[in-house]
């Protein structure tokens, strides 16, 4: 999973409380982003980070914070997790953003809302 | 309507049988194009890329890029057990920030011993 790690790997939690996940890189790069993976929608864009401090909103982003205060960690926090949030999340990263640029992911958390 | 389409499947086919997945898009302004395959309960990984119109062959492997019919296709030649997965176009153009791409939806593959 070209040095990307991902925690926790699975959790449950109830309706209304907070949640973090956090996704660690070995590979330096520049780029990182947060997906969600649901059945019949495909992979869909949360947040991204191009650099430490700076980040940017994608598809979904309704209910999601994001932070970057280290080149390696990119976390996902959803402030008062909600059922709609069920799904399978995952960290991808990428070297320099640009038109032949390619990104590479972790190996997913699963998130139970209940 | 969403911007990428592809099937779901399933689709189930014999060992050695030539397997297509296609995609069709409606954004004329996708120029890069990839397909990852992912298996259950794994991160999606990286199999092909592309860049506008063309064929591209890495094994047992062809992507072919139609930009004139807005349409893509993965060739995977004397398909294995081991090709069983989940396959997943993605595509983005050349501008916008964030190197952002658009997913399908996802062709979940069976290939039968």
């Known amino acids: 999973d070209a040095g990307i790690t991902q925690s926790p790997r699975h959790k449950v939690t109830e309706t209304g409380t907070p949640v973090t996940l956090r996704c660690h890189q070995t590979?330096?790069?520049?780029?990182m982003y947060w997906y969600r993976q649901d059945p019949g929608h495909g992979l869909r864009l949360i947040h991204y980070?191009?650099?430490?401090?700076?980040?940017d909103k994608g598809e979904v982003s309704d209910g999601y914070s994001v932070s970057r205060s280290k080149t390696e960690d990119f976390l996902l926090t959803l402030e008062s997790a909600t059922s709609s949030q069920t799904s399978v999340y995952f960290c991808a990263i990428s070297d320099s953003g640009t038109g032949t640029d390619t990104q590479y992911f972790g190996p997913g958390t699963r998130l139970t809302v209940l | 309507q969403k911007e990428v389409e592809q099937d779901p499947g399933p689709l189930s086919v014999p060992e050695g049988a030539i397997v297509s997945l296609n995609c069709t898009y409606s954004n004329s302004a996708f120029q890069y194009f990839m397909w990852y395959r992912q298996y259950s309960r794994k991160g999606p990984e990286l199999l092909m890329y592309t860049y506008s119109s063309g064929n591209k062959e890495d094994g047992r492997f062809t992507a072919q890029v139609d930009k004139s019919s807005k349409y893509i296709s993965l060739f995977i030649r004397d398909s294995q057990p081991s090709d069983s997965a989940t396959y997943l176009c993605?595509?983005?153009?050349?501008?916008?920030?964030?190197?952002?791409?658009?997913f399908g939806t996802g062709t979940q593959l069976k290939v039968e011993l």
């Open positions: 590979e330096n790069h520049r780029y």
């Open positions: 993605a595509m983005k153009g050349i501008t916008g920030g964030g190197n952002k791409l658009t």
């Open positions: 980070s191009y650099g430490v401090k700076d980040t």
